[in-house]
């Protein structure tokens, strides 16, 4: 079976470098947004765009994952639920989450979560730098090439 990269692309920085990276490599590409994130259709780009309710973009994603596909999100709750469906997870900042790390980010997500609801401050994640970009789009790179190695008969 052949590796998607799947990507929660309403937020997501680097819809770019992912298709650069797929098309290097011939590797489909499923860029799901809300109606509300207007995405410019590309050769070998699917798009599938969902209504704008807060999980649409997550549930496509989960019921239509399949074992092996990569996912990119920055969302831990949607890279939680791909890994319990034998897909991989990686960030826009090229982390790859994994299940030695995944408890720990959701964790971390509620503690910041629950800071917040009692009127405390959080910073928000740095902007992401050309250097982010280069590590993501490496990252990408290498577990995209294992997964292909894998799929091959």
Same mark, same amino acid.
């Given at each position: 079976?052949?590796?998607?990269?799947? $990507?929660?692309?309403?937020?997501?920085?680097?819809?770019?470098?992912?298709?650069?990276?797929?098309?290097k490599?011939?590797?489909?590409?499923?860029?799901?947004?809300?109606?509300?994130?207007?995405?410019?259709?590309?050769?070998?780009?699917?798009?599938? &765009?969902?209504?704008?309710?807060? &999980?649409? $973009?997550?549930?496509?994603?989960?019921?239509?994952v399949?074992?092996?596909?990569?996912?990119?999100? %920055?969302?831990?709750?949607?890279?939680?639920?791909?890994?319990?469906?034998?897909?991989?997870?990686?960030?826009?900042?090229?982390?790859?989450?994994?299940?030695?790390?995944?408890?720990?980010?959701?964790?971390?997500?509620?503690?910041?979560?629950?800071?917040?609801?009692?009127?405390?401050?959080?910073?928000?994640?740095?902007?992401?730098?050309?250097?982010?970009?280069?590590y993501? &789009? %490496?990252?990408?790179?290498? $577990?995209? $090439?294992?997964?292909?190695?894998?799929?091959?008969?």
């Open positions: 079976m052949r590796t998607t990269i799947i $990507v929660d692309a309403d937020a997501c920085p680097v819809k770019r470098e992912i298709v650069e990276v797929a098309r490599l011939l590797a489909p590409v499923l860029m799901v947004a809300s109606y509300d994130h207007f995405i410019a259709p590309e050769e070998g780009v699917r798009i599938v &765009q969902v209504d704008r309710s807060d &999980q649409s $973009v997550d549930l496509y994603i989960s019921n239509h399949a074992r092996g596909d990569i996912v990119v999100t %920055q969302d831990f709750g949607l890279a939680a639920i791909v890994l319990g469906k034998g897909a991989l997870a990686i960030s826009p900042r090229g982390q790859l989450y994994d299940n030695g790390n995944i408890d720990y980010l959701m964790e971390r997500r509620h503690e910041l979560a629950k800071r917040r609801r009692a009127g405390g401050k959080t910073k928000g994640p740095k902007a992401l730098t050309g250097e982010d970009r280069s993501f &789009q %490496q990252n990408l790179t290498k $577990v995209l $090439v294992s997964r292909q190695e894998f799929d091959e008969p």
